[in-house]
């Protein structure tokens, strides 16, 4: 079963900043939050991952509540090359039984 | 700079044939995993291996075997394969045995469809 929540599909106007939600609420201490993304026909692909500190990188940065029970990414200046479904899981160790699921993801559709 | 590659793109095949879906990836990694997509579904686990020779079910192991004889290679096997077996195939890999933090590469999915 997934651990996340997500919305099935956002809006965001091209030039502003993209929001994705993510409810993780029975989220462990060992577990990682990471965001994913598929483009049509394509596998998907790593954008960023944090544990319990607010993450940046070239690509989004990435909002972790001090509960860790929810997180948000952010696409700062969506482009139309941003539409695409977006994933939310969390990682942990082997240990743990990880099998890394994911769910249905959010489909973001960035318009002109 | 290919990392994760899935034998075939497209394949059709008949009910009731037997069906190999390989992928092999060059990272050295030691888990590797094989999803489905369906639209409406997301990515769902079928199997997963954290080593040569070991193999854990995911959420829907039913309809499907693996192997994984070595470490670059992990194979997907649809016994008899079904038309509710047509679907997306996703295989990933990431380095372990704490993947935690390491990427998870994916490959560019096989496209089957049983008629």
């Known amino acids: 079963d997934a651990k996340t929540t997500q919305p099935p599909s956002m809006d965001c106007a091209e030039g502003r900043a993209a929001n994705l939600p993510c409810n993780h609420s029975?989220?462990?201490?060992?577990?990682?939050v990471y965001w994913y993304r598929q483009i049509h026909s394509q596998g998907p692909q790593y954008i960023i991952h944090?544990?319990?500190n607010n993450e940046t990188n070239e690509m989004a940065s990435l909002i972790i509540t001090e509960d860790r029970k929810s997180s948000t990414l952010i696409l700062p200046h969506a482009t139309l090359r941003d539409t695409a479904v977006y994933y939310c899981?969390?990682?942990?160790?082997?240990?743990?039984?990880?099998?890394?699921?994911f769910g249905a993801g959010t489909i973001l559709r960035v318009k002109s | 700079d290919v990392k994760v590659t899935q034998s075939s793109r497209y394949l059709v095949k008949r009910t009731g044939e037997k069906v190999f879906l390989e992928c092999v990836q060059d990272?050295?990694?030691?888990?590797m995993f094989w999803y489905r997509q369906d639209p409406g579904l997301g990515l769902r686990l079928i199997y997963f291996?954290?080593?040569?020779?070991?193999?854990e079910k995911g959420d829907i192991p039913e309809g499907y075997s693996v192997s994984r004889e070595k470490k670059e290679r992990f194979s997907l096997i649809l016994e008899s394969a079904s038309t509710n077996q047509t679907s997306m195939y996703l295989c990933?890999?990431?380095?372990?045995?704490?993947?935690?933090?390491?990427?998870?590469?994916f490959g560019e999915g096989s496209r089957l469809t049983v008629l």
């Open positions: 291996s954290y080593d040569v020779k070991m193999k």
């Open positions: 990272m050295d990694h030691e888990n």
């Open positions: 029975t989220i462990s201490g060992n577990e990682y």
């Open positions: 944090g544990l319990k």
């Open positions: 990933a890999s990431v380095s372990g045995p704490d993947y935690r933090t390491g990427e998870l590469f």
């Open positions: 899981i969390v990682r942990g160790t082997m240990e743990y039984g990880n099998k890394l699921v």
